[in-house]
């Protein structure tokens, strides 16, 4: 048996203002993407193809989907019109619905069902036609049964409608509450109503009330309650002494200090409350990220003056070295000047900056690098306060055109140095953005200081390495 | 750590080669497959089996595009003039240049709606969906199209 | 807070308010407190949904009476009732 | 670019096989009547291994001129390379697309 997921736009339109720039087919239900749901379930009803057709874009799920080896199925992808009717979609994808059974899903709708039912013979026994129906989707059957036998009624599943946010909090919760839950849940457990992720830090004090579940990369700081009912995405801080009850926290959300979510969606810098649909942007994001925009570049006076000192130590420190290989190494050919672009800590506004590139494996151009001296002309830039010389790992202008930066990364600030340098973690915008938003929270100058020369001695360190 | 050690130390930046073509259509077909074997050859090296086919395909798309674009943009009296398409990686990263005497160009040109039939105009949409980041600068009389897509 | 001298006894009414950020809230907060220390209070009328929202997410809602409309919250100061 | 032509419960099935870019774009349009007349016909594109802009804006115009002429363009057998660049471009807002050549006349055809 094969599936057909049908999707249109229009089943959809609710969703896109409320989060903008996330397909609904990806759109996490309890840090799950909701095609995940329905693909379990097609597995279940054994299929063994899965193709998603739909009149607006599918870019976004097939770069998460991919051709569904993941699941061990085949996935692909066909576009349809906005006016075609059922019977358009079937003729479009004829070569693929023509050998016999198929269960066609249509309509942003979700499809519960109990793990201990078996599916696959009630599918495979049901007549052909609808099987659930609601007023914006349903599940049919087409093709004649697979296996003859008596249809124990009802079906074994149902079907829960997204036509609101409403809904689909109203859903997550339910999946939440299940217990014993037939779906599997991302993240480690050992409870059925506790899922845990990777790198999660729990302050000392901080106070996790199940039935919860947590991301990856999650830090929630002392003082700090999270649960019970509360679903926590991937890259979220829970700042002190805040408490984020029967809510969710979608990737990427900074709750700041002190603050109250309860029965509350948080995405960004977007909160909603599902009971009426009011949705509020934090314009002054530090409601929700617990910082302020001071200075020039998101520093203080007195932090920035720090910073400038900092660079111009390692300016005097690393003149001579620079001196004597620099010119050596662009004679060879190896050390090439790159200006680059780098967003600025507000958007739009960008900040130009030289940043060589030091090729081959030669002792010089090792050497070159183990001193960091790619990032000596940035250091003028540091102390002309253009950057910081610590900070983010500067994004390149026009990474993230879609989405605002800010909203991605709060406590962005692009430095010679990264935090994820200084802490030795993987240096890539997404998993290296949450120490660094902690330190652009917590960060004093002293610390920035010496996480400075940790990154600087980690660079060295990392040139040593085989 | 250590993996992402080794990894950083594989890789360094890395010019590893420069082509020159004639500034003519018919030559696109050699830039845009001779791209899709360095990224062929780069996702090998760093060993993305997964989208690996995906990454090729946006490289050898993108220069197309590119190519493309840098020839039409030329006045039709500058047949011998040429395209310099160099590679170059960073890591997990693979970056392209396309670079040319031609005049200047909006690279911040929109697609005009699909709905009124628009023949032209794709090319620079393509390339930034494809890409991770595409940066263009205009130096010396010279346009240069840098892209960069991360294997990882 | 000029009319301070004269009264202590406020009502904001926020039906005309439909954006309230963190210094905002601040401002009112302060006028709270300098009303209290006056022996008066500050009472808060027709708020909107982002208001309310702010309010809760910020805890500052315990802080104050809030009333649906204005003339409700100036009775209260005569009734001596609460919201 | 090789073009090939077949009739199908009276529909012309054009299909095209080879690279679709901005060399070989302008040529296509030459090379079979059936591209440019007014008849509904169906385009199958099985044999395309690679599709640019300049390529996509052919298939575009040809739809153009057909509707304008009162008949239709079916495509038929995209892989996921070309559907990559009909989603990006939104270019699948203007056609139908179908899995099958030979099913998308018949439906044709019948209308």
Not at chain 1, 166 to 177: A, M, Q
Not at chain 2, 95 to 116: G, H, R
Not at chain 4, 40 to 57: E, K, M, P, Q
């Amino acid at each position: 048996m094969k599936t057909l997921i049908v999707i249109r736009e229009a089943d959809y339109g609710w969703l896109t203002p409320l989060f903008p720039g996330v397909h609904p087919l990806v759109m996490p239900i309890c840090n799950k993407p909701f095609i995940e749901y329905l693909i379990d379930f097609s597995i279940l009803a054994g299929s063994t193809a899965v193709r998603i057709v739909s009149d607006g874009p599918l870019n976004d799920v097939e770069r998460y989907c991919e051709n569904g080896s993941r699941w061990g199925i085949d996935i692909s992808y066909a576009s349809i019109l906005v006016d075609d009717d059922l019977d358009a979609v079937m003729d479009k994808n004829a070569r693929y619905c023509s050998e016999g059974r198929m269960m066609v899903t249509s309509g942003f709708i979700f499809i519960s069902y109990e793990k201990k039912h078996e599916l696959k013979p009630f599918v495979a026994m049901a007549p052909a036609g609808t099987l659930l129906r609601g007023s914006t989707g349903s599940l049919l059957l087409t093709g004649t049964p697979e296996n003859v036998g008596e249809v124990r009624e009802p079906a074994p599943c149902s079907l829960v409608e997204l036509d609101s946010i409403g809904s689909y909090y109203r859903l997550s919760t339910e999946i939440l509450n299940e217990r014993p839950s037939p779906y599997v849940l991302p993240g480690y457990s050992n409870e059925p109503d506790c899922h845990i992720g990777r790198n999660v830090v729990t302050s000392k004090g901080a106070e996790i009330i199940k039935p919860v579940i947590i991301g990856n990369n999650v830090q929630i700081m002392k003082g700090a309650v999270v649960g019970p009912f509360a679903v926590i995405g991937s890259n979220v801080i829970v700042d002190r002494e805040s408490t984020v009850s029967n809510s969710m926290l979608l990737d990427n959300t900074y709750i700041g200090e002190n603050l109250d979510i309860v029965g509350r969606i948080a995405y960004g810098n977007i909160l909603i409350d599902p009971a009426s649909g009011v949705s509020i942007a934090m314009e002054d994001r530090h409601l929700l990220s617990g910082m302020k925009r001071d200075g020039i570049f998101g520093l203080g006076l007195f932090r920035y003056l720090f910073h400038a000192a900092v660079s111009l130590l390692f300016i005097l420190l690393l003149f001579i070295p620079y001196l004597l290989l620099a010119p050596l190494l662009k004679i060879q050919g190896k050390w090439k000047n790159r200006t680059m672009t780098f967003q600025g800590v507000q958007q739009g506004k960008n900040v130009i900056v030289v940043r060589p590139s030091i090729a081959g494996e030669g002792v010089l151009s090792g050497l070159a690098r183990s001193l960091s001296l790619d990032r000596f002309a940035m250091l003028f830039s540091a102390l002309s306060g253009r950057v910081a010389v610590i900070g983010s790992f500067p994004v390149e202008a026009g990474r993230h055109q879609e989405a605002a930066t800010s909203v991605l990364m709060p406590g962005y600030r692009p430095a010679v140095f990264s935090y994820a340098e200084a802490e030795d973690w993987p240096v890539n915008a997404e998993d290296s953005s949450i120490v660094e938003r902690y330190y652009a929270v917590h960060g004093s100058p002293v610390q920035d200081m010496v996480l400075t020369v940790k990154a600087f001695l980690n660079r060295i360190h990392a040139q040593d390495q085989p | 750590m250590q993996q992402e050690r080794q990894r950083k130390n594989n890789y360094p930046m890395n010019t590893f080669m420069t082509m020159s073509l004639p500034s003519d259509i018919h030559y696109a077909r050699i830039a845009s497959k001779t791209a899709m074997m360095v990224a062929e050859f780069f996702s090998g090296q760093s060993g993305i089996a997964e989208k690996r086919e995906e990454f090729c395909h946006a490289f050898e798309l993108a220069v197309a595009e590119a190519f493309a674009n840098s020839v039409f943009n030329a006045a039709p009296q500058e047949k011998e003039r040429q395209v310099m398409i160099s590679f170059s990686s960073e890591k997990s990263e693979l970056m392209v240049s396309v670079s040319d005497a031609n005049p200047e160009f909006d690279p911040e040109m929109q697609v005009p709606d699909i709905l009124s039939y628009p023949e032209h105009g794709y090319g620079l949409v393509l390339i930034r969906q494809l890409m991770d980041s595409v940066r263009y600068s205009r130096q010396d009389g010279m346009n240069q199209l840098s892209m960069i897509k991360n294997a990882g | 807070m000029s009319c301070l001298k004269e009264t202590s006894q406020f009502v904001f009414d926020c039906s005309s308010l439909d954006f309230i950020d963190s210094s905002g809230l601040g401002t009112i907060v302060s006028c709270l407190r300098k009303s209290l220390e006056h022996n008066g209070d500050l009472k808060l009328a027709s708020l909107g949904p982002q208001v309310t929202m702010v309010l809760e997410l910020t805890k500052a809602k315990r802080l104050f009476a809030i009333f649906s409309d204005a003339a409700e919250a100036v009775n209260s100061y005569v009734t001596g009732r609460k919201a | 670019m090789t073009v090939n032509e077949k009739k199908c419960k009276g529909i012309t099935i054009v299909s095209l096989n080879g690279s679709l870019d901005a060399a070989s774009a302008p040529g296509v349009l030459n090379s079979s009547s059936a591209l440019t007349d007014t008849q509904s016909i169906v385009i199958d594109l099985s044999g395309v291994d690679f599709l640019d802009s300049s390529g996509l804006g052919c298939l575009v115009g040809i739809a153009r001129k057909k509707r304008e002429q009162g008949g239709d363009v079916r495509l038929a057998c995209l892989n996921e390379k070309l559907r990559k660049v009909f989603d990006i471009t939104r270019a699948s807002r203007l056609f139908d697309i179908y899995d099958d050549a030979e099913y998308a006349a018949g439906t044709a055809a019948k209308k």
